[in-house]
């Protein structure tokens, strides 16, 4: 019994200095590169955001105050980042190239189609008559950047943006409004 007992005295005594050993080895490891602007950011972010009034940094740290003191480097080393990477294109802009954006701006049944195929000819008619099928039929089977591909991505010459969007999906109606 008094063994057991000796063993978790022991066994707490070990689990409890564990921790500052361990500490003390990373804490330096923290902020031992900072230059003089990321250690006052660092301690302004401190100060205001956690409200931690630490003036030295190096000292043995709790376990709350390292995730913080972590963090807030972090933050500012990105908020110093010299030469941030931008996106080399805008996600509010659509993907699209410039040629599918050319199509026509109405449609008259009594148009004639663009080319000579006739599939594509008879899909471009009910694209241009509202058949959301055609549509999605004859953007698939034009070639890339033809004027059959531009009718069908503006499905059927209609200038509302969003209908590139409904290629590929049912229509309840079946229809174009």
Same mark, same amino acid.
């Given at each position: 019994?008094? =063994?057991?007992?000796?063993?978790?005295?022991?066994?707490?005594?070990?689990?409890? $200095?564990?921790? /500052?050993?361990?500490?003390? /080895?990373?804490?330096?490891?923290? +902020?031992?590169? !900072?230059? #003089?602007?990321?250690q006052?950011?660092?301690?302004?972010?401190?100060?205001?955001?956690?409200?931690?009034?630490?003036?030295?940094? *190096?000292?043995? !740290?709790?376990?709350? *105050?390292?995730?913080?003191?972590?963090?807030?480097?972090?933050?500012?080393?990105?908020? +110093?980042? =010299?030469?941030?990477?931008?996106?080399? %294109?805008?996600?509010? *802009?659509? *993907?699209?190239?410039?040629?599918?954006?050319?199509?026509?701006?109405?449609?008259d049944? @009594?148009?004639?189609?663009? @080319? =000579?195929? /006739?599939?594509?000819?008879?899909?471009?008619?009910q694209?241009? &008559?509202?058949?959301?099928?055609? $549509?999605? #039929?004859?953007?698939? &089977?034009?070639?890339? @950047? /033809?004027?059959? #591909?531009? %009718?069908?991505?503006? $499905?059927?010459?209609?200038?509302?943006?969003? $209908?590139?969007?409904?290629?590929?999906?049912?229509?309840?109606?079946?229809?174009?409004?």
């Open positions: 019994m008094n =063994t057991r007992r000796m063993f978790a005295a022991v066994l707490l005594a070990a689990t409890s $200095c564990s921790y /500052s050993s361990d500490s003390e /080895s990373r804490t330096p490891a923290l +902020t031992n590169n !900072l230059t #003089e602007q990321e006052l950011c660092v301690e302004e972010r401190l100060a205001s955001g956690w409200e931690l009034n630490l003036s030295n940094l *190096q000292t043995d !740290l709790s376990p709350e *105050q390292e995730i913080a003191v972590d963090m807030a480097v972090e933050l500012c080393r990105l908020d +110093t980042a =010299t030469n941030p990477t931008l996106p080399s %294109f805008r996600n509010d *802009q659509p *993907q699209v190239s410039d040629e599918l954006l050319e199509a026509p701006v109405t449609f049944s @009594g148009d004639n189609p663009p @080319g =000579t195929d /006739s599939l594509l000819d008879d899909y471009w008619l694209c241009g &008559l509202g058949e959301a099928k055609a $549509c999605d #039929e004859l953007f698939y &089977l034009a070639a890339p @950047g /033809s004027a059959y #591909e531009q %009718f069908a991505f503006s $499905c059927g010459g209609r200038r509302n943006m969003d $209908c590139a969007l409904l290629l590929g999906i049912e229509q309840p109606e079946g229809d174009l409004n």
